[in-house]
Structures are given as structure tokens and as C-alpha cells.
């Protein structure tokens, strides 16, 4: 910028010169692109490439509520569709069918929905406890789109007393056992460096897990998605996103602490922020975003009536938690550690799953379970990559026979405990 | 030439979207998804909106009074009866719901030296936009822009003379039920009528019945469904005691093409007559030709509430076969039906198939002492 403004020099005299012409010819596709653009859209694109055959409609019921109100003399249940038009032409709504007969509606705001446009259909509709319906949209041309409800259940509207049965399965799934978890940090004090590489071994081993079952989940979501929404790419970005960003800041962080910049290593030594925590936070980080997924996918799967909540599915996440928490501390087991980073990683890691879970019971979104996910996956792989790095600083045997069983169990753990919790 | 601007087609232009409204849509939505949530999450309760944009309920019941009001069933709203009026139907044959002038073009009599009469049609097959239930439109196949097609009705020795013009896109026929020479019978290839030709279809009408008319062209089943059909009357010499007489075509409508039917009714328009009930006067003697032209469904019914009737099937013979307040009939079979209502009030008539009827085929006939 500052050679710009300096005129005096004949060098930027020449420089702006050609930076004008250059201008000019970065510029000109883009305004011959909107001619182009202009001729389309005022005098068409030739009788050829139009047709008369009908519009591409394509409708997507995204979630069904199902609300019962018991009043003294009857009981009133409604049935709530959240439509989007997915495809690229404007469709009308005109008539809903229930389980093959015709019933009245209202919809909000329009009938007519514009390409990615929403509607809320409103019914009053006697649905049967426990029972399958299935919901038909028929539009102004004829065409149908339809959307099950393998089984009725009352969905749970935000109301205190919901939002602590969220909260809870939050706090039992997520909070106590990671808390649990991190427990072990006295335990893992002064043990020696090969030990050390078995437990860092055994955690990216957990890591591993946690991030092919984030990426699993999050294609069979992405998968469900509306083509338009591109659910693939929206997972490719979130992973990439996340393990980019985390792996740049990471090394900017260490380089700084490296440099032994005088301010910088004192605010670290204060803090108490080795490269070491960093890495443990930044594992709090990704699990913490993986058990938001975790959450979305049991709040969900509660709402949806998919899961009864026994002490069985509660035990199976409590064991498979715990675990986490073991890996978050493995990096800084050796380190002298405030409480108090413990606990922020703990909460860091823990709280997101009750987050997921009222996110997921009120308002299951799939775009935003898949991005969660993908996002939590992305941040997971890039600890693992840190966790690699870190161990190789010590020695470059990495793959010793102790440490690769260790990666075997720590995966085989995680396994085995997920066995309990097929949502 | 016969003017035509009645049976075109009706033009359907999709709207045309640009990248901006897409952005502000997907802007919008999220705004829109962030406020939704806000609230829920803050526990506030939404009213039920009823924008100048949205529908409420009309079948049966009201949604304003929601949410003590009953569940009802049914389509919302109401079609265009500008083009297709079912309940004009009902009474309509030889193309007496036009006025005189208009008539001509499509129907003549001239009285023969026998005492019969000779009976003229004009038949257009077209192609057109129909509106089956509120605003569902199904790309029919059409005799004159409607469907069923017009009623024929004439009396047993008539000669009738039906000039089919396709004008229609692809071959269609016009194969009747009843007496005719099988070089009329619109059913082999040689005797489809290609788009822009014509045929006349010529033969004397016997017996005395109930029957029906409908495309033979292949494939069957789509040109049968798509609309091609009409009921075809012969009334007997010694003319039936005096009634009010209703036409009854049962059909139904595959709007996307997966050989199950979306929509039922008789005369076309789901649940039409529920919203505007037939009205009957109460003593007096109703007679319904019933006619069943469903397609993919091997059967269909007829089922009054309160009363009982005599059934005549196929109208050929004059003693009832059947006193009954349910019929049964294959595709192509018909009957005709008579019956008093004893008291004044709604009477529900329905396919006892409850899924015909909750998909359209249900209506209401309404006795009352006055006349109508």
C-alpha cells in the first residue's frame, strides 16, 4: 500500500500503469460474464433449449412432530411437517394424504415454495401411539413425496422439564464420564517414556475410533440430505476445515513458544501452556465436538422415539466415555498440570454432548449433525497427526511392537464399549 | 370448423428463479431457523399463523376452531368449476348443458319415418390440464375437455352417428358397449384414429341399459386412465317411470404414474359432493346409472347410507336383482340403481373400499321436502 501512494518513485509510476491495464483485464471477463448473464435472463437461451415437459419437483419432508393436548372431554394431536422444496422449480403443495386419505391442512407462510424454500403443515390428526403413519405430500401436478414415521411418539417441546431430561443424559453420558476419565491423571504421574508411548499409543488408538465413527455417521447423514445441500461436500469441508485451522494454529503456537520470544514463554510458563497442553485441550476440542454429534444423534434418536433411554444404553456411553477422558490427559500425563486446565478440558469435552442433546431433541437438523461431526473427525485426525509428531520428538522407533498393540487395544476398547450403544 | 378454445389445454409456465432470490432464500432460512429456535428455546409460545397466503380447512369442519375442533378428513379447498362442473354432470346428456346455439355443433336430432331417432355427435379427443381436486392437476386424455366424456343418451332403435375428430396427440378410439357392426368396434389397430383424422362411428342403439364408452387404443390401461371414458344410456321404448336421474362414473386418477390410483371419485373430483351435496327431494324416486371405470383396482363399490335400493345390473331387464344398500362392479360394469329417501337430511354415499373413500370417492346426498 505504501508504494502505491508513493508517486515520486518512477518505478511506481510504471508499476501503476501496469497495474491499470491489469485491472482492466482481470475485470473484463467478469463484465462480459454479466452481459452474458443479462442476455440470457432478457432474451432467453433459444427455443431449443426450452422444453414443455413438466417441472422437476422435488420435495423433501425434513421432520414430522407429533403433539397430543389432552383437554377434560377430548384429546387433540396434530401432526407438524417441516417441508423444503429441494428441487430447482417452483412446486405448489396442493393436498396431504395420512396414511392414504386425504386431510386438511394449513401451511405456512405459502403453498407455493420456491427452490430451497420452507413450509410448516399443520394437521389435526388422530395418530396411534406406537404405530407406523405415513405422511404424502401430492402437489399441483400430481407428483407425490412421502415420509414415514416408523413410530408415533409425542415429540418433546422445549419445556423445563424436557430440557433437564436433556440435560441429564448429557451430564451421564458426556460430563461424568470424562470427568471419570481424567481421574487417572495422578495415576500416570513419573511413568517412563516407553510406557508413555504405550498410553499415547492406546489413546490415538481410542482417537481413531471416535473419528472413523464420526465420519461413518456423518456420511450415512450426509447421504439422507437433500441433493441440494450437498451433504458430502458440507462434510469434506467441515473435516478439512477443522484440521487445517487446528494444525495452523498448533504450529503457530509452538513456533512461538519455540522462538523463545521472552512475553510469549512467560505468558506460557504463567498459564501453565506447554505445547503438550495445547494438544490436550485441543483433543478436549475434537472430542468435545464428537460428543456433540454423539448427543445430536441420542437427543434425535429420543424425539424420534428410535431409542428407549435404558440403564443399559446409559452404562454403554459411560464406559465408552471414560475412556476419552483418558486420552485427553495421556499428552500431559508427565506435566505439571493446574486443576484447573483439567477441568476446562473436561467441560470442554463433556458439555458439548448436552448442547448436541437439546439441539437434537428439539431441532434435529441433519446439516448441522453432519457438519458437528465432520468438524469433531477433522479435529480428532489432527490431534492424532500432533500426538505422532509429539512422540517422534522422543524417539523415531514409533511403531514398536508394544506401541502398536497398544493402538490395537485402545481401538478394540472403544469397540467394544460402542457394541453397548448402537444408537 | 367447430370452434375449439373450450377443450384447449390450459399453458403452465414455471417460474423462473435467479441466483439472488436463492441467496436471500438461504439467508433467510438460516435467520429464520436461528429465530424458530431462539423462541424455542426461551419457551414462548407460537400461535398458529393463518397468513393471507395459507389455507384452511373447508371438508367437513373448521381449522379456526383448532384445538378443540374434531379431526376431520378430506381435501382443503375447492375447484374451478369454470371448464368441468360435476354437479352439472350429474344431469347432463346429449350435451344439454350447453345453450342451444353451442349445442348444434356437438349434437343433433332428426326424427326418422320409423318414429326412432337419428342422434349426431361430434366427439373431439383432446389433450388438457384437469383439475381433479383442489389444485391437483392431472394431464388428462379427454373426450370434448372433460372427463368422463360427454353423456350419450338415446332411445333403444335410435340410429346414432358419432363423428370423432383426434385432435388429441396420440391414436385414440372410441369402442362402445352395446349392439354395433365389429367394423365400429374402435378396438384393433387398423381402426385407431390417428392424431388429425377422423372417423364416424355409426350403429343402432340396443339393448335397453346402462353402458359405457371408452379409448381402445394401446396401450389400454393409459388411455383408459387417462381420461378416455363416458357413459352411454339406452333408454328403454316404453320410457322408465318418471325419477330424478344422476350419472355415476366411478374413476380414479394415477397423478404419478405408479399404477396406483392418488385420487378417487365419482365424476372425476375428489370429495366434490361432500362439499356440494346432491340434492334429492325426500318421497320422490332417485335413479343412479352407476357405471365403474377405475383402473389398476380390480373392483369398486357403491354404498348408500340409511336407505336401501333396487339394482338393475346393466339396466337390461326390468326386475330388480338385488334389493341392497351396497354394489360391487369389476371395470366396465354398471347398474342401475333406485332408491327413495324416506327423510329429510344428509345422506353419505361412499366406495366400500375406505380407501377409495378417504382418497376421494365419498359424497353426500341431501333430501329435502321442498323441491329442487
Known amino acids: 500500500m505504501n508504494k502505491l501512494n508513493n508517486t515520486s518513485n518512477p518505478d511506481t509510476e510504471k508499476t501503476r500503469g501496469n497495474s491499470f491495464s491489469r ?36 420435495l423433501v419432508i425434513q421432520r414430522i412432530e407429533l403433539h397430543r393436548e389432552d383437554f377434560a372431554q377430548n384429546t387433540s394431536r396434530e401432526m407438524i411437517l417441516h417441508v423444503l422444496n429441494n428441487g430447482p422449480s417452483k412446486t405448489t403443495i396442493s393436498q396431504v394424504m395420512v396414511d392414504e386419505a386425504y386431510w386438511p391442512f394449513t401451511i405456512t407462510p405459502k403453498q407455493s415454495l420456491g427452490h430451497l424454500e420452507r413450509a410448516r403443515i399443520h394437521m389435526l390428526y388422530p395418530w396411534v401411539e406406537g404405530e407406523a403413519h405415513e405422511i404424502t405430500l401430492i402437489t399441483s401436478t400430481g407428483a407425490t413425496f412421502s415420509k414415514g414415521v416408523d413410530v408415533a411418539v409425542s415429540s418433546p417441546t422445549p419445556s423445563w422439564s424436557y430440557l433437564g431430561i436433556f440435560s441429564l443424559l448429557g451430564v451421564y453420558v458426556g460430563i461424568i464420564p470424562v470427568f471419570l476419565g481424567l481421574l487417572w491423571f495422578p495415576a500416570l504421574r513419573n511413568i517412563r517414556t516407553r510406557t508413555m508411548h504405550i498410553l499415547l499409543s492406546f489413546t490415538v488408538g481410542l482417537l481413531a475410533f471416535l473419528a472413523l465413527d464420526a465420519i461413518a455417521e456423518g456420511l450415512e447423514i450426509a447421504l439422507r440430505l437433500p441433493e441440494s445441500l450437498e451433504g458430502i461436500a458440507v462434510l469434506v469441508a467441515g473435516f478439512a476445515g477443522s484440521f487445517l485451522f487446528l494444525s495452523a494454529v498448533s504450529r503457530r503456537t509452538r513456533e512461538r513458544a519455540e522462538t523463545e520470544q521472552e512475553e510469549f514463554a512467560d505468558k506460557v510458563r504463567q498459564a501453565n501452556t506447554g505445547p503438550q497442553v495445547i494438544i490436550a485441550y485441543t483433543i478436549a476440542l475434537g472430542i468435545g465436538l464428537h460428543n456433540l454429534g454423539e448427543g445430536l444423534a441420542i437427543g434425535s434418536a429420543y424425539a424420534l422415539g428410535n431409542i428407549a433411554l435404558g440403564s443399559m444404553l446409559v452404562i454403554g456411553f459411560a464406559l465408552h466415555n471414560t475412556t476419552e477422558g483418558l486420552a485427553i490427559i495421556s499428552p500431559v500425563a508427565r506435566k505439571q498440570v493446574r486443576v484447573t486446565h483439567l477441568i476446562w478440558m473436561g467441560l470442554l469435552a463433556g458439555v458439548p454432548t448436552i448442547l448436541g442433546a437439546w439441539i437434537g431433541g428439539f431441532t434435529y437438523s441433519a446439516f448441522w449433525a453432519v457438519l458437528f461431526l465432520s468438524i469433531g473427525a477433522g479435529a480428532i485426525v489432527q490431534v492424532v497427526h500432533t500426538i505422532f509428531t509429539q512422540m517422534t520428538v522422543d524417539t523415531d522407533r514409533l511403531l514398536t511392537v508394544r506401541n502398536t498393540f497398544g493402538l490395537g487395544a485402545g481401538f478394540a476398547v472403544m469397540y467394544l464399549t460402542g457394541l453397548l450403544v448402537a444408537v | 370448423m367447430i370452434p375449439l378454445n373450450k377443450f384447449m389445454p390450459t399453458k403452465t409456465t414455471s417460474g423462473r428463479h435467479s441466483r439472488r432470490n436463492f441467496l436471500l432464500a438461504g439467508m433467510f432460512s438460516v435467520l429464520g431457523a436461528l429465530w424458530v429456535g431462539l423462541q424455542k428455546l426461551f419457551g414462548r409460545n407460537q400461535a398458529m399463523q393463518y397468513g393471507p397466503d395459507s389455507l384452511s380447512a373447508t371438508a367437513g369442519g373448521s381449522a379456526d376452531a383448532f384445538p378443540h375442533s374434531p379431526h376431520v378428513f378430506g381435501t382443503v379447498g375447492d375447484i374451478h368449476t369454470d371448464d368441468f362442473d360435476p354437479t352439472d354432470f350429474l344431469s347432463a346428456w346429449n350435451f344439454n348443458d350447453l345453450p342451444p346455439e353451442e349445442r348444434s355443433d356437438y349434437y343433433q336430432e332428426t326424427s326418422r319415418a320409423d318414429g326412432s331417432t337419428l342422434r349426431e355427435y361430434t366427439f373431439i379427443a383432446v389433450d388438457k390440464e384437469i383439475e381433479i381436486a383442489p389444485g391437483v392437476y392431472f394431464p388428462a386424455w379427454t373426450y370434448n375437455g372433460q372427463v368422463p366424456g360427454p353423456t350419450i343418451r338415446a332411445t333403444e332403435g335410435d340410429h346414432l352417428r358419432i363423428r370423432f375428430l383426434n385432435q388429441g396427440s396420440h391414436p385414440h378410439t372410441i369402442h362402445f358397449h352395446g349392439w354395433h357392426h365389429p367394423a365400429v368396434d374402435g378396438a384393433f389397430p387398423d381402426q385407431f384414429v390417428h392424431p388429425g383424422e377422423e372417423f364416424v362411428y355409426e350403429f343402432d342403439a340396443e339393448p335397453t341399459g346402462v353402458h359405457l364408452y371408452h379409448c381402445h387404443s394401446t396401450p389400454l390401461k393409459r388411455h383408459i386412465h387417462k381420461g378416455l371414458y363416458g357413459a352411454y344410456i ?30 378417487y371419485a365419482v365424476n372425476t373430483v375428489a370429495f366434490h359432493y361432500m362439499n356440494h351435496p346432491i340434492r334429492v327431494r325426500t318421497g320422490k324416486p332417485v335413479r343412479i346409472y352407476v357405471i365403474n371405470v377405475t383402473e389398476f383396482d380390480p373392483i369398486n363399490s357403491l354404498h348408500i347410507h340409511a336407505v336401501f335400493f333396487d339394482v338393475y345390473r346393466t339396466g337390461t331387464r326390468t326386475t330388480s336383482h338385488e ?9 366396465a360394469e354398471r347398474a342401475i340403481i333406485e332408491c327413495t329417501f324416506r327423510y329429510p337430511g344428509r345422506y353419505m354415499f361412499h366406495a366400500h373400499q375406505s380407501e377409495f373413500a378417504e382418497l376421494g370417492w365419498m359424497g353426500v346426498i341431501e333430501a329435502t321436502d321442498a323441491p329442487v
Request: proline fraction near 8%; charge should be negative.
Open chain 2, 234 to 263: 339406452v333408454d328403454p321404448v316404453e320410457p322408465r317411470s318418471e325419477a330424478r336421474e344422476l350419472v355415476m362414473v366411478m374413476n380414479g386418477f394415477d397423478t404419478n404414474f405408479d399404477a396406483d390410483n392418488e385420487v
Open chain 2, 323 to 331: 334389493y341392497t344398500d351396497t354394489v360391487m362392479m369389476c371395470q
Open chain 1, 23 to 58: 485491472w482492466t483485464l482481470i475485470l473484463l471477463p467478469l463484465v462480459l460474464l454479466g452481459l452474458l448473464i443479462v442476455i440470457i435472463l432478457f432474451f432467453g437461451p433459444g427455443q431449443g433449449l426450452r422444453t414443455n415437459f413438466p417441472p422437476v419437483e422435488d
